[in-house]
T-cell receptor, first 113, second 115 residues
Framework: DAGITQSPRHKVTETGTPVTLRCHQTENHRYMYWYRQDPGHGLRLIHYSYGVKDTDKGEVSDGYSVSRSKTEDFLLTLESATSSQTSVYFC????????????FGPGTRLTVL | AQKVTQAQTEISVVEKEDVTLDCVYETRDTTYYLFWYKQPPSGELVFLIRRNSFDEQNEISGRYSWNFQKSTSSFNFTITASQVVDSAVYFCALSEAEGTYKYIFGTGTRLKVLA
């Protein structure tokens, strides 16, 4: 199994508070991604990174920011959490040599009250 | 724009029945990748198969088989002799072959296999 961990695995927070989710990999893969999973929508891309300090927006990036200061860590921040951001968040990694296959972390379940 | 459609929201079958999960995709790219992932009740995403757009050969892996047809933009997944352990949500995904390798996921099909 690819070495991907996400922390925390579960979090309950209140509307308006900042939240940071962490994705950590031990595979030295270049690409990292944050998705959210919601019923009826499948997985949707929030942000992605194609290298240290190189990030870009996905299809549902509003309300989220990311940072990648090291190859192994990709942080997702909700500056001011809203109830619509209650979701399961997955991190994924991929490397060109893997012919585009993405490996997924275990997910973080976030509840915003 | 790229799009993946999994029209079957939920399917229920009795154990040992065969079941096919449909996936239809849209893309303007001539080179792309298609994937299937399984999400069991425990929640993790398990990679099942990758297929590139130049390889239209069907693939079989045990009880699983995949039918890729570019003419109909479909990449269907069949489970033969289904088992209770096959109960999960199955996602089809499409990816560009260059650049950032972003995935577009379908909305998933929940398969329930009844004993």
């Amino acid at each position: 199994d690819a070495g991907i961990t996400q922390s925390p695995r579960h979090k309950v927070t209140e509307t308006g508070t900042p939240v940071t989710l962490r994705c950590h990999q031990t595979e030295n893969h270049r690409y990292m991604y944050w998705y959210r999973q919601d019923p009826g929508h499948g997985l949707r891309l929030i942000h992605y990174s194609y290298g240290v300090k190189d990030t870009d927006k996905g299809e549902v990036s509003d309300g989220y920011s990311v940072s990648r200061s090291k190859t192994e860590d990709f942080l997702l921040t909700l500056e001011s959490a809203t109830s619509s951001q209650t979701s399961v968040y997955f991190c994924a990694i991929s490397d060109v040599l893997e012919v585009n296959e993405q490996f997924f972390g275990p997910g973080t379940r976030l509840t915003v009250l | 724009a790229q799009k993946v459609t999994q029209a079957q929201t939920e399917i229920s079958v009795v154990e040992k029945e065969d079941v096919t999960l449909d996936c239809v995709y849209e893309t303007r790219d001539t080179t792309y990748y298609l994937f299937w992932y399984k999400q069991p009740p425990s929640g993790e995403l398990v990679f099942l198969i990758r297929r590139n757009s130049f390889d239209e050969q069907n693939e079989i892996s045990g009880r699983y088989s995949w039918n890729f047809q570019k003419s109909t933009s479909s990449f269907n997944f069949t489970i033969t002799a289904s088992q209770v352990v096959d109960s999960a949500v199955y996602f089809c995904a499409l990816s560009e072959a260059e650049g950032t390798y972003k995935y577009i996921f379908g909305t998933g099909t929940r398969l329930k296999v009844l004993a």
